[in-house]
């Protein structure tokens, strides 16, 4: 089967740095997306990974390794407003796009 | 018009009854999809269309059907609704120019199903 596991819920600080892990396992691979949820609200996209590496974008921060199946989310500088879901997701080889079920990140002044 | 649009943006329904959801981009997107979304299941896909006049299958199509009649709209029927189809329903559509691959999303539409 095709899975995408990410922690269910996660508490950080603000003004802190957070690390969302996520770990995939599909037929193929052509991308690993991150998305950011607030409550009510519909997805917004955040990150596009297609190669190994870093890909930074002003306080947040995408890394994949496609040999172990691995991304992570980087956020920093932690805002009140960042209490929001975070999903991955990860294109397969048939060009669908396989979701998480999503981190719910919680801050805390 | 700027992006996509869903409606209704909430719907109550009594079972069996057909009820239609309606998307609509203004982005000229040839990709489109439905998902469902529901507490602890992630985003799951219902169907997709990859370009005007074709549709497939996605993860959970049953009692769902849609069409493509252009590139604009995507609409979202189920046939005789079960409770089991109370959920956050998705339109999105894919962008894929520039080297860019991103999925756009509508506000959602929330159907009971009672």
């Known amino acids: 089967g095709q899975n995408i596991d990410q922690p269910t819920e996660m508490t950080a600080t603000e003004g802190a740095i957070v690390q969302i892990n996520c770990t995939y396992q599909?037929?193929?691979?052509?991308?690993l997306f991150w998305y950011q949820q607030h409550a009510g609200e519909a997805p917004t996209f955040l990150s596009y990974?297609?190669l190994d590496g870093l890909e930074e974008k002003g306080r947040f921060s995408s890394f994949l390794s496609r040999s172990k199946g691995y991304s992570y989310l980087l956020l920093k500088e932690l805002q009140m407003k960042d209490s929001a879901s975070y999903l991955c997701?990860?294109?397969?080889?048939?060009?669908?796009?396989?979701w998480g079920a999503g981190t719910k990140l919680i801050i805390k002044p | 018009i700027a992006g996509i649009t869903q409606a209704p943006t909430s719907q109550i329904l009594a079972a069996g009854r057909r009820m239609t959801l309606r998307c609509t981009q203004d982005?000229?997107?040839?990709?489109m999809y439905w998902y469902r979304q529901d507490l602890g299941l992630g985003l799951r896909l219902i169907h997709y269309?990859?370009?005007?006049?074709?549709?497939g299958k996605g993860e959970v199509p049953d009692g769902y059907s849609v069409s493509r009649a252009n590139t604009d709209d995507f609409p979202l029927t189920l046939a005789s609704a079960v409770p089991s189809q109370t959920s956050v329903y998705f339109c999105?559509?894919?962008?894929?120019?520039?080297?860019?691959?991103?999925?756009?999303f509508g506000p959602g539409t929330r159907l009971t199903v009672l």
């Open positions: 999105a559509s894919r962008d894929t120019s520039g080297g860019s691959d991103t999925q756009y």
């Open positions: 997701a990860v294109i397969n080889s048939n060009y669908q796009l396989i």
């Open positions: 269309s990859n370009t005007a006049g074709t549709t």
């Open positions: 982005m000229r997107h040839n990709a």
């Open positions: 990974n297609v």
């Open positions: 599909t037929s193929g691979f052509n991308g």
